[in-house]
């Protein structure tokens, strides 16, 4: 069995050689300024490592999460600091108050003490040195750990024990919202600053006679009145500011109960994340841990809180179901979630519209600040061009050559790197070799000749520092050289340049997968609409690319028939009426601007709208008559002209369907006189 071995022969010449980290910690920045007691104690330690033998300039001292209160290591620059160089061995001795407080939770304190043992590091206290390889020295520590713990846990639950107590007799003081304040007394009133009650009372009567917390936004903003708010913290603390009125700001006030006049406590719930940061959210009204109806006087009654609650839900509701006419997530859209609009620097949201025809087509609109302060929206720009803009530059950019090009560039870059790596490493060694000479010379001198050896120690503890700051030095650089993309990586890029414009084009690639790779190889897209839409993207990378692309046809245009046509139908007009128009052109396959097939009516409809001349108009020019003047002419009947125009014996045109014609002029030839030769 291993004897315990006496304090100051468990320090060895190697542990001298090494470091000796002097752990500082205060949670809070109260604690720094008001418990400098601790923080004398802590920096006293460094009198003891001295004491053991270690020169002033092997004594580092962590104290950069003074001020933090985390419970784990994630937060703590100091610590993550103090178990990297521990686990590099550097460290011969870690120095802290209460060493098993070095770390605040015991998983971390059992890591620290598991690397310690391997790098044998000793560990020290007010009350000792320990040694991690040692049993009974390890089974201390761990006791140690574990009692620490514990007594965080105690604290922290006779704490909250009696902040609940106090809750549930509604006199723990919580955070009062904006329109309240305590009293002398500390209790609960009405801020007594008129306008403040005035502002929240305008408030609920707008809310009540609009019923929508939109709408209650835009009447403020309407009128121009401000809001107010009560600053809680900073230099400002406790002070009013007034501002406009936000969406935002609308929905957390109508959903406090404290303006109804209710007390409540634990209506929001925290939750770990694994990276130590702590989520916030709500729980439902009956999971609050206390919650008192008339606890102090409130803007509305409990009724009208619930109401206005109710009032809240109802609108989401409606408001979700004219939005799920839209396809939520599946939208066809590429761009979703990329867009940022080129006026604001908002991100863009997406709004599909139906078009005739079934035809769905993404449109992007700016309304954040619409939302959030009643005005009008930024911008809408329709996205009818977009994707296909993108596709095409996607397929474009994305080739194998292209990204060969960029990988040869990135291996460039990456040798010249390595160059620099070596010219840093030699860097270290010349300051290494300069410290070993300065320590040989100090150990060399007489010990009797003070002054010289008080010079040569100055010499080599400077050189020591230079040796420090290039180790420190390069370190940090080989960090940085490390973040880049390994090989694998590079391959499976490449690969994905190949297949992409097979898998882009492919109709059955589902517009999800799309939007996936999109997110692969585009950072974010801004637009801005002027005369045309600019699209200006910016490729994961760095690269970045502008297009235009012209303004889609507005609805009307839409409509329009193609300018080939309108020739076509000008033409024809001048031997064919509207439906052999239309016959000829359903014949050769056209189509019409909507997209039909043609008939009589929108041959005529395009005639209109172009303003062409009309069958009728043609043929009158020309001078063609109508049955009445052919009469009058020849002093006939009109029935006797229509007559002679269904013999043939006039010659007729028709100008409709509707049997309506018009004749050649009968001239020197006229029915009637051929009529009149007979009879002579
Ligand atoms: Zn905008």
Redesign the pocket.
């Known amino acids: 069995m291993k004897i315990s071995l006496p304090k100051h022969q468990k320090v060895t010449a190697s542990h001298l050689k090494r470091q000796a980290y002097c752990y500082v910690r205060q949670s809070t920045l109260k604690q720094v300024f008001e418990n400098t007691e601790s923080t004398k104690r802590q920096y006293a330690l460094r009198e003891r490592a001295i004491s053991l033998g270690w020169p002033i300039v092997q004594i580092v001292t962590v104290d950069s999460d003074l001020g933090e209160t985390a419970t784990s290591v994630a937060d703590r620059e100091g610590f993550r600091k103090l178990m990297t160089e521990v686990s590099l061995g550097r460290v011969g001795l870690v120095m802290g108050l209460e060493v098993s407080r070095l770390a605040r939770n015991n998983a971390d304190w059992a890591r620290l003490l598991e690397i310690c043992a391997i790098t044998d590091t000793l560990i020290l206290d007010e009350e000792g040195i320990y040694d991690p390889t040692d049993f009974n020295d390890r089974l201390l520590l761990n006791m140690k750990g574990t009692f620490s713990e514990v007594e965080l846990h105690v604290l922290r639950s006779r704490l909250r024990g009696g902040a609940l107590s106090k809750a549930r007799r509604g006199e723990f003081k919580t955070r009062l919202p904006t329109g309240f304040v305590y009293d002398h007394n500390d209790k609960v009133i009405i801020d007594p600053d008129k306008q403040v009650q005035q502002s929240f009372r305008l408030f609920f009567d707008i809310f009540q006679r609009t019923g929508a917390a939109f709408a209650t936004v835009k009447a403020f903003r309407k009128d121009d009145v401000k809001f107010p708010l009560r600053i809680h913290c900073g230099p400002n603390k406790g002070s009013l500011q007034w501002q406009t009125l936000t969406y935002s700001r609308t929905q957390t006030i109508l959903r406090n109960p404290r303006y109804a006049g209710a007390y409540y406590y634990g209506r929001q719930r925290s939750r770990k994340n694994v990276d130590g940061s702590t989520t916030y959210f709500c729980v439902p009204q009956d999971e609050w841990i206390v919650s008192l109806k008339d606890a102090h006087p409130g803007y509305i009654t409990w009724d009208q809180y619930e109401k206005n609650l109710c009032r809240i839900r109802e609108n989401a509701i409606a408001y979700n179901n004219i939005d799920r006419k839209t396809p939520p997530r599946e939208g066809q859209s590429l761009l979703q979630g990329l867009v940022v609009?080129g006026?604001?620097?908002?991100r863009?949201t997406i709004r599909y519209k139906y078009q005739c025809k079934g035809r769905v087509e993404p449109a992007y609109l700016?309304q954040?600040?619409r939302i959030e302060k009643g005005e009008n929206s930024?911008?809408y720009i329709p996205g009818a061009g977009v994707d296909e803009a993108i596709s095409k530059l996607l397929i474009e950019s994305v080739t194998p050559l292209t990204l060969e090009v960029a990988l040869e560039v990135q291996r460039e870059l990456e040798t010249r790197f390595n160059e620099a790596d070596k010219l840093r490493k030699q860097q270290v060694e010349r300051a290494e070799y300069d410290a070993n000479l300065a320590r040989r010379r100090f150990m060399q001198v007489d010990p009797d000749n003070r002054l010289v050896a008080d010079t040569l120690e100055a010499e080599w503890n400077e050189k020591l520092r230079d040796l420090q700051k290039a180790t420190d030095y390069y370190e940090k650089h080989r960090r940085l050289d490390s973040e880049k993309p390994q090989k694998e990586q590079k391959t499976q890029i490449l690969n994905l340049a190949r297949d992409f414009p097979k898998l882009w084009k492919n109709p059955k690639t589902p517009a999800r997968e799309k939007k996936r790779m999109i997110r692969f190889l585009i950072e974010d897209v801004t637009m801005i609409k002027a005369e045309e839409i600019t699209l200006a993207v910016r490729f994961k990378g760095g690269a970045t690319k502008t297009l235009k692309i012209p303004l889609p046809p507005k609805g009307w245009q839409h409509a329009q028939t193609d300018p080939e046509v309108i020739k076509l139908i000008d033409d024809l007009l001048n031997n064919h009426n509207y439906s052999e128009i239309a016959t000829i052109f359903n014949e050769r396959g056209y189509k019409s601007g909507t997209g039909m097939p043609f008939d009589r009516k929108n041959v005529k409809g395009v005639t209109h709208s172009n303003h062409l001349k009309t069958r009728y108009a043609r043929l009158r020019s020309t001078g063609k008559l109508t049955a009445e003047e052919v009469a009058k002419l020849l002093g006939v009947t009109i029935q006797t002209v229509r007559l002679w125009g269904k013999k043939g014996i006039i010659k007729t045109y028709p100008y409709n369907d509707r049997n309506g014609r018009l004749y050649e002029h009968p001239g020197v030839n006229s029915p009637l006189r051929k009529k009149r030769k007979k009879a002579l």
């Open positions: 609009c006026k604001c620097g908002q863009m700016c954040r600040n930024c911008q």
